[in-house]
């Protein structure tokens, strides 16, 4: 198959581990269409949208010149990015559970305007190329799939003019050893930036003033992984086999079908729902960006 990016598989640290986890998880939420709607569905929670809201703070503070990056309060553009997500758009179902997850997103900025760390130094504007704010490029284009993603920080390092892959944590999770998503992040920057990836650091935002170093792993070794993984989801696809015998991944979206979630809003490609917090699986935590 030529390679074409409207037909396409588009792969990202998030759709990969949705179907590690569950390939049911991986249909719902990434091929399957509403027949009344045309539209793909997605889950809103409190977990996401807190880090939706911290990540757009932090994100948007990279086009800004180190020097100015905090010399307006953090928290009133926390304020405007949590108008986004306020009330059930973003699965908040009462106002003191609202209020709980905003504290803890300013908790998380605070520590970073103590703590700024990376946030003080020069940083790469990362370049992408889709309507959509994704760095991509095409994995294999004899299997015509593309590897994209957003990667959350490029810390400058002016000594070996090379870059630090720094990405935010904002759940109570920590990431797993055996995640693919350093991997898929040095691959995306490698072939979509010019500088070398020499560093990458998680900064878990709820409990560490300080980045936690991770060692890069191998570049080839990391696109061999992923694209092993990719063609395993491209013959599920292909065959329309995406099996579950019911899981904590796939069950929220389940629901969704069921009718037991309420749609809370929609655009042009996402309908998109919500349910009470206390309804949904502690797995659902994970999911937090």
Request: charged share 30%.
């Amino acid at each position: 198959m030529a390679a074409d990016k409207r037909t396409a598989i588009w792969l990202s640290h998030s759709s990969t581990s949705d179907f590690l986890k569950c390939p049911r998880c991986y249909y719902l939420k990434n091929v399957y269409k509403d027949p009344k709607t045309g539209k793909k569905i997605k889950l809103v929670a409190p977990s996401l949208s807190l880090g939706q809201a911290v990540h757009e703070v932090l994100e948007g503070l990279s086009t800004l010149r180190a020097e100015d990056r905090f010399k307006e309060p953090v928290f009133d553009r926390y304020d405007l990015a949590w108008k986004k997500i306020s009330g059930k758009m973003g699965g908040f179902f009462d106002e003191d559970n609202e209020q709980f997850y905003k504290l803890r997103g300013r908790e998380m900025l605070t520590r970073v305007v103590k703590n700024p760390g990376p946030l003080k130094n020069l940083a790469i504007k990362v370049k992408t190329d889709s309507s959509f704010g994704l760095l991509y490029y095409f994995l294999s284009e004899e299997d015509n799939v593309i590897l994209c993603g957003k990667v959350d920080w490029l810390e400058y390092l002016p000594e070996t003019d090379s870059v630090c892959i720094l990405d935010f944590k904002t759940g109570k999770h920590f990431e797993d050893p055996d995640s693919l998503q350093l991997p898929i992040y040095h691959l995306l920057v490698k072939n979509t930036q010019q500088r070398v990836v020499s560093k990458a650091c998680y900064w878990y935002l709820e409990s560490s003033d300080t980045q936690e170093e991770k060692v890069l792993p191998n570049i080839d070794e990391s696109k061999t992984l992923v694209l092993k993984l990719a063609k395993d989801i491209k013959l599920a696809r292909t065959l329309e086999k995406f099996h579950c015998d019911g899981c904590e991944y796939c069950q929220p979206y389940e629901d969704i079908l069921s009718g037991k979630a309420e749609k809370v809003e929609a655009d042009g490609r996402y309908d998109y729902y919500a349910e009470a917090a206390s309804n949904l699986p502690d797995a659902f935590e994970s999911e937090i960006l």
